[in-house]
């Protein structure tokens, strides 16, 4: 049965027509596209794979594949699982901070074992998830959030200048003009959809851009497409590509980062139901969004896939629109899939140089930093939440700029220390429970 208001549906169990709903289930993916599958192609340049090889291709596929499948587990569900809300999942930028740093250093057994455990612990979080939101005050994500957006961005300077590995950087062609006017074609072409469109246009604008640059790259002779015509018609999910390879530092730093990305996924699941149905979300919907964002993510590492979360442009796209029907974000989660299954569309997609991937990540990193400020406004501003604000980002990224300033800590506790995200949780989280509030 269809409830419309106005030309709305403002219940998630409502069902548009096929011909309407299968564009409303494209748009969502065209507005997270673009930012599900860069996480995997930054952390696979920091494993040292291959750029455009068989194992960038796969992880790439794995990320379609599995944002496709944690969906499903969000907007059908099962038992516990699911909030059962038009909630669009994918790779998460939260996470990618540290997996590139325990890939780099430990490899992507020790990266992927990690997930895996994080997102088991994660799911557990389902059941005591509204008892820990105290913990994660908007002071607190909203500097998490930034502090991810702010480690974030130099790697995209790196990539829109020609790339962040150390052979990349010390190649002549590193900063040049051909690379840098491909990165500011993919952000001014982005900028001009974003703002200066409507629609599916407007919410697809950095695909948009993406795709543009890639164009221009192809026009300057810098795309190699060896890879697309060598790649298979489809690819069959490998369990364990990497092996299980336990690290005690690295599952502290992904469990941690899991914590905050839960916290997330509530907000998103709240302001799904503000957006779409003018309510507050349900403790069953909130329990069971995050028993989905573990379980995608377990799910996920065991073939190769980074973490998962919920995606709040998406979001953005539910309050635009007035379109809560989950059935409509279903069919977005099936064309992932697809996606994720054929080899070819992921090897376009590591064929893209890194150049036109630096300019999407300009503005898709900057705009994570962004919405850790734009949290942080929910804060007063007095001296206390000042001096927490200023430790906090002190302490996390000052720490990951400078390593050796603890290399004497033992291997565990220097992973944690360096990561950016987990020194800026750890110390916001004491600090604002034992500063007093001031009157």
């Known amino acids: 049965m269809t409830n419309m208001t106005d030309g709305y549906y403002s219940d998630p169990n409502d069902t548009p027509p096929l011909a309407e709903a299968v564009p409303l289930g494209l748009q969502h993916v065209l507005a997270m596209f673009a930012s599900n599958v860069t996480p995997s192609i930054i952390v696979a340049g920091a494993a040292g794979l291959a750029f455009g090889g068989p194992e960038q291709v796969y992880l790439i596929q794995m990320a379609m594949l599995f944002a496709g499948i944690a969906t499903l587990f969000q907007t059908v569900g099962f038992g516990p699982v699911g909030a059962r809300l038009p909630i669009m999942q994918g790779t998460s930028f939260a996470f990618v901070g540290v997996l590139a740093g325990i890939a780099a250093t430990q490899g992507l057994g020790v990266a992927l074992t990690a997930c895996l455990i994080g997102g088991v612990v994660h799911f557990f979080l389902g059941s005591v998830i509204q008892h820990l939101r105290f913990l994660f005050p908007p002071l607190v994500t909203g500097l998490v959030i930034l502090a991810i957006g702010l480690y974030l961005i130099p790697v995209a300077i790196k990539y829109a200048a020609g790339g962040a590995a150390p052979f990349q950087m010390e190649a002549e062609s590193f900063g ?139 979001v953005g796209i539910i309050g635009m629109t007035g379109i809560m029907s989950r059935h409509v974000v279903t069919i977005g989660a099936l064309f992932l899939i697809l996606c994720g299954l054929i080899p070819k569309i992921g090897a376009v997609i590591a064929s893209m140089p890194l150049p036109v991937l630096g300019g999407g990540v300009i503005v898709m990193f900057g705009m994570v930093a962004a919405a850790g400020l734009n949290v942080l406004t929910e804060v007063k501003m007095n001296r206390r939440n000042m001096v927490i604000i200023a430790v906090s980002l002190a302490a996390g990224l000052g720490l990951n700029l400078v390593p050796s300033a603890v290399q004497y800590l033992p291997g565990v506790v220097k992973t944690l220390m360096t990561s950016a995200v987990a020194p800026t949780a750890a110390v916001a989280i004491i600090l604002n429970l034992v500063l007093p509030e001031e009157i």
Do not use: C
């Open 176 to 314: 040049s003009l051909m690379h840098w006017s491909v990165a500011l074609t993919v952000v001014v072409v982005a900028l001009l959809f974003k703002f200066f469109t409507k629609g599916i246009l407007s919410n697809a604008g950095i695909l948009i851009g993406l795709v543009v640059g890639y164009l221009l790259a192809i026009a300057l002779g810098m795309v190699n497409f060896g890879a697309v015509a060598n790649a298979a018609l489809f690819v069959t999910p490998q369990p364990l590509p990497y092996g299980f390879e336990f690290n005690l530092g690295a599952v502290i730093a992904v469990v941690l980062v899991s914590v905050v990305s839960a916290i997330e996924t509530v907000g998103d699941a709240s302001a799904t139901t503000k957006a779409g149905a003018g309510r507050d979300a349900t403790d069953k919907e909130i329990a069971g969004a995050t028993y989905a964002d573990g379980l995608g993510t377990a799910v996920a590492a065991v073939f190769g896939g980074l973490p998962n979360t919920s995606f709040s442009q998406n």
